[in-house]
């Protein structure tokens, strides 16, 4: 098994992870009254992914590693965690929006209004370009970032409705 085998499985396994925790997420919070916005948009985002993932397995499994953009991308799990560990219960791969509660301000949310896409779009450059593929990082950056157009602006306009219930000290 080479190094970029060994990398590209944990990455294909933390996202597999996510998503079960996301449905548990999304479950608990749907169980206390949240609704999902916009899920027209979700199959484009997991199709998006899932395309990324795999033409990583394709061109990349047998690449070498590049290591400064290895640690690069080793720092993004960092904020990945401070990110999920900030939303708690309230983190999602879904838009998924509790009526009356307070948006997360605290963790990096008090740095930037959406610090997991952040992540992720770093994560979409930095681990194609870590193993050589800098048309993967292209080409996956672009339709991440279409992706995320969408999925921001429904977001934003479902956190806009939600603000009036907003605390000071906190934001989702």
Not at 113 to 130: F, K
């Amino acid at each position: 098994m080479t190094l970029a085998e060994i990398i590209l499985a944990l990455a294909t396994a933390q996202r597999g992870a996510e998503l079960i925790l996301s449905r548990s997420h999304t479950r608990a919070l749907m169980a206390r009254g949240a609704v999902e916005v916009a899920p027209g948009h979700y199959p484009l985002m997991v199709a998006v992914h899932a395309a990324w993932l795999i033409s990583l397995w394709v061109f990349g499994h047998d690449q070498p590693v590049n290591v400064t953009a290895f640690v690069a991308y080793l720092a993004l799990q960092g904020l990945r965690i401070w990110v999920m560990t900030t939303l708690a219960g309230r983190w999602t791969t879904r838009i998924i929006v509790l009526p009356n509660a307070p948006l997360v301000a605290g963790g990096p949310y008090r740095y930037l209004r959406h610090p997991n896409y952040a992540v992720v779009a770093g994560e979409i450059a930095l681990l194609p370009l870590m193993l050589g593929l800098p048309w993967i990082a292209v080409i996956f950056t672009v339709l991440n970032g279409a992706a995320l157009f969408i999925r921001i602006r429904a977001e934003d306009r479902a956190l806009n409705n939600s603000r009036a219930t907003t605390a000071p000290e906190t934001r989702s």
